[in-house]
């Protein structure tokens, strides 16, 4: 099979990574964390907010009260 140098390294670098840390995933995420905070970077949340839906969704308990649910077809 062909070996990658780039995937090579790349896993070497996060074999390192992780051995700095004891691979304690929680002390890895802490320091993901603090690197994010210091990067001065805005951080965008892509999670749904409660309350919007799609257009076309048909999901009545997001409409509200008395919108139809439109999800299922009648026969």
Not at 2 to 28: C, G, M, P, T
């Amino acid at each position: 099979m062909l070996q990658d140098e780039i995937v090579e390294e790349i896993h070497r670098i996060r074999e390192e990574y992780s051995r700095s840390f004891n691979h304690d995933l929680k002390a890895i995420f802490a320091d993901l964390q603090k690197q994010q905070a210091e990067s001065g970077r805005e951080v965008v949340n892509l999670s749904r907010k409660p309350g919007l839906t799609t257009r076309w969704s048909g999901r009545a308990r997001d409409l509200g009260g008395d919108a139809k649910d439109t999800s299922r077809r009648s026969t």
